[in-house]
Structure formats: structure tokens, C-alpha cells
């Protein structure tokens, strides 16, 4: 009984502790419309199923998805000891939300709806943006990495490159006008290049 009441009681603490921050952060008129539309939801949800009891326990959640949504390095000491940053338990959550939709009966489907529904609403155009712009950012770094070719260096005199001879030293003479590319070989033993304007 005494193990029952400091869980309700620290269970209670977290909801405060994440209500009171998303009340800070959206202020209080926003964060009433969220907690408003979940349990509006829920509500409908519970005429639609009447032999299903209904609860906030998936309301509250959306709570919590919510402030790891906003504050995902948010630390919280599991069982006072283990350290958790908030949104791996969010990830654990969607998770179970996920196979119970998908494995469970149509009347759990329904509380998950209209437990998430609020926070799709909230943070769906968020989630949406984050997807496109991750899916840019992406293809940005395949097109660079198949688009960068790569340097190579050929002797001008003999013809052999740093793809065949991956071990020698090409270098360029400052002497040749061009830009002229040579092995070690023919480095010091090749007739200048030099263009019209010099000669």
C-alpha cells in the first residue's frame, strides 16, 4: 500500500512537473486547448465504446509526449538511480502505442487516436518539417559524397597517374605555364613549358 502511494505521488510530481513546463513554454491558454482536445477525444471515445472503461491514463501520456517532444535531453533518474535522457521512455512509448494499434482491437485503436490526436495537432506540421528537411539534408550528403570525384594527378610527360601509381609523389612545376602535373621522374627532367607572353 505504502509502495502504491509513493508511485501515485511521484507519478503525480511528474505530471505536474511536465504540465508546469509546458505551461511555460506554450503559456496557459495553450496548454488548456491541448489538455481540452485530449479529453474531449477521450470523451467521444467513451460514448462511441461504452463497455470500455474509460481512462486518462493515455491522456496524461500525451502529456509526456509532448514535453519530450520539446525538452527530449531531459533527464529523468529511473528508480531514483538510472539516468534516462526523457525521449528514449518517449520512443519506448510510441513503440507500445504503435504494436497496440496494430495487434490490438478496434476499441484500442480508438483510445490511441484520440490520445495522440492532440499532440499530432500540435506537432504535426513540426514533425512533418523535421521528416522533409532531414530527407534534404540527406540527399545533400549522398549527392556530395557520389559527386565528389576524386583528384587525379597525371604526369604530362609520360602519362601515368595517381590512380595506376597510387605511391608516387605528383607534383606541379611552378616554372610551366598550365598547371602541368608531373611524376617524380620527369619533375626535374622535363623542358619548361612557357607561354607566348614570356617568350
Known sequence: MECGLICLLFFWYLFYLMGTALE?????FRYNVYLLLGYAATVAVAFVTPNFPATNGYLQAS???AFAFLYPNFVLSLFFILPVRIKWL????????????VFG??????????????FLLFFGRDIIHGMKSGHRRMSFQAKQAGGRKK????????GISSETHPGFDFRYCSKC???L???PDHLRN????VGEAEE
Open 24 to 28: 511555460q513554454s506554450w503559456g496557459v
Open 63 to 65: 502529456v509526456f509526449l
Open 90 to 101: 518517449a520512443m519506448l512509448t510510441w513503440i507500445g502505442y504503435f504494436l497496440t494499434f
Open 105 to 118: 482491437d478496434w476499441t484500442e485503436r480508438l483510445i490511441i487516436t484520440a490520445a495522440v490526436g492532440n
Open 151 to 158: 583528384i587525379v594527378h597525371r604526369c604530362a610527360i609520360c
Open 177 to 179: 605555364d598550365g598547371n
Open 181 to 183: 602535373c608531373y611524376c
Open 190 to 193: 622535363h623542358e619548361h613549358v
